[in-house]
């Protein structure tokens, strides 16, 4: 009975273990879907988000944008937009990528690869979008921090008490167990371990039981 507390308590040991690499790996997007109003991209450049890195690797980062006067819409030079990458406050420049062509009237997100770039986890980065169309704006939420993790950076200065709406999505990483397929081995293992164990005490018994008779 002994050995056998002891291999269930290592097992248990190693699960948590394991449960803790799981929720490490597998590290959520970060998305910000709430907006109050809009900001003329043109007008408050350098406009855009700071975010903390909660992942190595990443899919894209983009922004909601809409066009505030489909009416008038930009001339066909000015229908992209830039979104760069940059580490810490507009620290140090990391990659950008352009969207071209983006309809008259145009809502919704517009997001850009940074696959290639990896991220120190825990470190601070800022995403800039930028455009010449005066007609491109994009929605901010001006009630309340809503990503602790950050704030959105208007006229190239940070503002605590602003958020962008915007959203950093996690790319394809290592699949890992998830945590209750980790908990199911878990299981698994330690009844594994007390049928062996009563085996092999089985049968130390019943050798005990013929020497005895002999």
């Given at each position: 009975?002994?050995?056998?507390?002891?291999?269930?308590?290592?097992?248990?040991?190693?699960?948590?273990?394991?449960?803790?690499?799981?929720?490490?790996?597998?590290?959520?997007?970060?998305?910000?879907?709430?907006?109050?109003?809009?900001?003329?991209?043109?007008?408050?450049?350098?406009?855009?988000?700071?975010?903390?890195?909660?992942?190595?690797?990443i899919k894209?980062?983009?922004?909601?944008?809409?066009?505030?006067?489909?009416?008038?819409?930009?001339?066909?030079?000015?229908?992209?937009?830039?979104?760069?990458?940059?580490?810490?406050?507009?620290?140090?420049?990391?990659?950008?990528?352009?969207?071209?062509?983006?309809?008259?009237?145009?809502?919704?997100?517009?997001?850009?690869?940074?696959?290639?770039?990896?991220?120190?986890?825990?470190?601070?980065?800022?995403?800039?979008?930028?455009?010449?169309?005066?007609?491109?704006?994009?929605?901010?939420?001006?009630?309340?921090?809503?990503?602790?993790?950050?704030?959105?950076?208007?006229?190239?200065?940070?503002?605590?008490?602003?958020?962008?709406?915007?959203?950093?999505?996690?790319?394809?990483?290592e699949s890992?167990?998830?945590?209750?397929?980790?908990?199911?081995?878990?299981?698994?293992?330690?009844?594994?371990?007390?049928?062996?164990?009563?085996?092999?005490?089985?049968?130390?018994?019943?050798?005990?039981?013929?020497?005895?008779?002999?």
């Amino acid at each position: 009975m002994k050995n056998l507390s002891v291999v269930t308590a290592v097992a248990v040991f190693m699960a948590l273990g394991m449960l803790g690499e799981v929720q490490q790996a597998s590290a959520a997007s970060i998305i910000q879907n709430k907006s109050t109003g809009t900001n003329q991209i043109l007008f408050f450049s350098p406009l855009g988000q700071t975010f903390t890195a909660e992942d190595t690797f990443i899919k894209s980062i983009g922004f909601y944008i809409e066009d505030d006067n489909p009416s008038n819409a930009p001339v066909p030079d000015n229908t992209s937009l830039t979104v760069s990458l940059y580490k810490g406050i507009i620290g140090t420049f990391l990659g950008s990528g352009i969207v071209d062509n983006l309809a008259e009237g145009f809502q919704g997100y517009v997001d850009v690869d940074f696959s290639s770039i990896p991220l120190t986890v825990g470190e601070t980065y800022t995403a800039i979008v930028e455009t010449n169309s005066p007609f491109r704006y994009l929605e901010i939420d001006g009630l309340r921090d809503r990503y602790p993790g950050g704030s959105a950076i208007l006229n190239g200065i940070p503002r605590d008490d602003i958020d962008t709406r915007f959203r950093v999505l996690v790319g394809e990483t290592e699949s890992v167990p998830e945590p209750a397929s980790v908990l199911g081995l878990l299981a698994f293992g330690t009844l594994g371990a007390g049928s062996f164990l009563k085996r092999r005490r089985k049968q130390q018994q019943s050798v005990s039981s013929v020497a005895s008779n002999v």
